[in-house]
């Protein structure tokens, strides 16, 4: 065997050795991963119950004492908790905050590590910690996209009016935080919020006041009806926050703005308030809006026809009847009206509607 | 014994819900999506299906559409009740037009579920 033939014998022997090994350690590997799981899964399953029972303890059952716990505790009380809500979920909450988890996600919110930050933000909006807030309200500048918004959920949930404003505010600052995850914030906030959303209706930070004003309108807000007829009227106002309005006007259902409602659809202007304040006639119902609606529906542009008319079959039998005599007219109107009267039609035949044809 | 399935996909709200519906004296099956949760139902012919809404395989909304379909009158009247994160106004026009009895949405307590399962099955069936 010559010199040659004897190094590359050797050289396929310790290469296949060496195969050997690695296919060994990745079996062993993979073995400890899958026993590690199954201990954690049969871990998870012995405290499981002792979580549930944690939930009984106001129903004259003693809380179980949970002190000494593994910490894998922890996580199946942070995975249920979003799930649940009063009772259920304050004493949840008791138990991360006696058992040290609330103080750590503290200190964890100024991390280095991104998503230790937004894991914690996110903590501690679940378990709802005002003494958090001002943290909070800080990681709403984080250089991270998701730290902020985890930051803006977590103010909601924790129930603090004193986030509002920041919450607000930051929608004007770049780059921010989308304004669905400050709105839907805003909206855990709850109805102590709305005295500091009609505020910001006319405050200091012009990207807020259009959410605001859709906010107050999804919180049916009557205390904010007034000055939302005046922000809608005020033609010197930026559209989107009159359309905004306008919305809100829609959704609060006061017949007080009809009048104003009223003016705007029949006054030319722009047309997504136009169109807004029609959608908003439909949806209050008053009869006072009928002329205005079917005004629209004769003159106005290709999107406030189409909006008159939708709000005029919202009107019932009225409604319809002023669709029915405008269906047989040639031209955008009657294509409208015909439209408006087929997606009737649909909603009675429980099928789904059409797509409303927006005639030119 | 009065017999209550439960079809959920999360196995963390199953338990959870099993456990306290066990505590009212009842015998509770588990499934975890609406296939096999219609089959158990034909199978167990329970007194009261808790019901999640999306789950995999089919929904929790075509189950109890099913269920309502089926020729076993019995269980064609089974009460329904969804649990689901489904909150808006017309998703609880949806589940009821599927026929559901009751609507609980997620985030749930625990003591509503009790009290309307409670109200959902005939009275002397839960334990005080």
């Not at chain 1, 304050?90 to 998503?115: K, P, Y």
């Not at chain 1, 250089?143 to 103010?155: C, G, I, N, Q, Y």
């Not at chain 2, 519906?21 to 219609?38: C, F, K």
Request: charge should be neutral; aromatic fraction near 2%; proline fraction near 7%.
């Amino acid at each position: 065997m010559s010199t040659v033939e004897a190094v590359s014998i050797a050289a396929s022997a310790v290469l296949a050795l060496l195969v050997v090994a690695l296919l060994v350690a990745t079996a062993v590997e993979h073995t400890g991963r899958a026993r590690r799981a199954a201990r954690t899964a049969r871990r998870r399953a012995e405290l499981t119950p002792l979580v549930h029972a944690l939930l009984e303890a106001d129903d004259g059952v003693d809380a179980p004492d949970v002190s000494g716990s593994d910490p894998l505790l922890d996580e199946l009380v942070i995975e249920l908790l979003p799930q649940l809500r009063g009772a259920d979920r304050t004493a949840l909450q008791a138990v991360l905050v006696e058992r040290g988890v609330v103080d750590q996600a503290g200190v964890m919110l100024s991390s280095r590590t991104a998503w230790r930050r937004g894991r914690a933000a996110e903590l501690l909006g679940n378990v709802a910690s005002g003494r958090h807030v001002p943290q909070l309200v800080a990681l709403l500048a984080d250089p991270v996209a998701d730290v902020r918004s985890a930051a803006a959920r977590a103010l909601g949930r924790t129930g603090d009016v004193a986030a509002v404003a920041p919450l607000l505010a930051g929608l004007a600052v770049r780059p921010g935080i989308p304004p669905g995850i400050v709105g839907m914030a805003l909206l855990d906030l709850g109805t102590p919020a709305l005295p500091a959303l009609r505020a910001a209706v006319n405050g200091p930070v012009p990207e807020a006041r259009p959410l605001a004003a859709e906010l107050l309108g999804l919180h049916g807000d009557p205390g904010a009806a007034d000055l939302l007829v005046e922000v809608l009227a005020d033609v010197h106002r930026a559209p989107v926050v009159r359309r905004s309005a306008a919305s809100a006007l829609g959704r609060i259902g006061s017949p007080h703005a009809t009048a104003t409602l009223v003016s705007t659809v029949t006054t030319t202007g722009p047309l997504e308030v136009q169109v807004a304040a029609a959608e908003a006639l439909g949806r209050i119902g008053d009869p006072a809006g009928l002329e205005a609606l079917t005004s629209g529906l004769r003159t106005g542009a290709a999107l406030v026809r189409s909006a008159c008319a939708e709000s005029l079959a919202a009107f019932g039998p009225a409604g319809r009847a002023r669709l029915a005599a405008h269906a047989v007219l040639l031209g955008p109107t009657g294509a409208a009206a015909r439209s408006a009267l087929d997606t009737l039609d649909a909603r009675a035949l429980g099928r789904r509607p059409a797509p409303v044809r927006v005639a030119a | 014994m009065t017999r209550v399935l439960v079809v959920d996909d999360d196995p963390v709200i199953a338990d959870l819900v099993s456990f306290r519906l066990a505590r009212l004296g009842l015998d509770v099956s588990v499934e975890t999506d609406g296939q096999a949760g219609l089959a158990a139902a034909r199978e167990l012919r329970p007194d009261l299906v808790v019901l999640d809404w999306m789950m995999p395989r089919m929904n929790g909304l075509e189950m109890c559409a099913a269920l309502r379909a089926d020729p076993d009158e019995q269980l064609a009247r089974t009460p329904v009740l969804l649990l689901t994160a489904k909150a808006q106004e017309p998703d609880l026009e949806r589940g009821f037009a599927a026929g559901a009895t009751d609507y609980i949405v997620k985030p749930f307590s625990t003591r509503e579920l009790a009290t309307r399962v409670t109200a959902a099955l005939p009275p002397g069936t839960v334990l005080a």
